[in-house]
């Protein structure tokens, strides 16, 4: 995996369907035993189901989220096991958590930008009549 989230593990992959772009896919921490993953997985699975509906330049996309079986033995399983995973934007760019540890604070003009834009995605998420639930700039 490329990163480990709170709740699973993130890797790059190739959308060979739609013009080979760079997306990243979500998988549980340990995908090959349902009871060792964090009980919020089936949240998130929920709340990604939403915001797969959802299209806005501050909201990164959620392409789809699968129930497949796992084709070869690539450390996410058993082959034949179904495994869920989340297919999202790919991001090339760190969060603004590692971004901030990384460069320090802000210059005020900066922050601005970057908290317009964090607020316009939370306006439409509040449009839609829901709600994200884990803001935070790892995230």
């Given at each position: ?11 790059e ?18 995908p090959?035993?349902?009871a060792?993953w964090?009980t ?19 909201i ?21 096991q ?7 934007e ?5 969060d ?21 834009q ?6 439409f ?15």
């Amino acid at each position: 995996a490329s990163e480990v989230s709170s709740v699973g593990l993130v890797w790059e992959a190739r959308d060979t369907l739609h013009g080979n772009a760079a997306v990243a896919v979500k998988t549980p921490k340990n995908p090959s035993n349902p009871a060792d993953w964090p009980t919020n997985w089936t949240k998130e699975l929920k709340g990604l189901l939403t915001f797969s509906k959802l299209s806005h330049p501050n909201i990164m996309r959620v392409y789809g989220v699968y129930n497949e079986k796992c084709p070869t033995p690539a450390g996410l399983g058993k082959p034949g096991q179904h495994l869920p995973f989340i297919v999202l934007e790919h991001c090339p760019c760190t969060d603004l958590f590692s971004f901030l540890e990384s460069r320090g604070a802000f210059q005020m003009r900066l922050g601005r930008h970057y908290f317009v834009q964090l607020m316009n995605g939370i306006d439409f998420i509040h449009d839609m009549r829901t709600s994200h639930r884990d803001i935070k700039p790892d995230n």
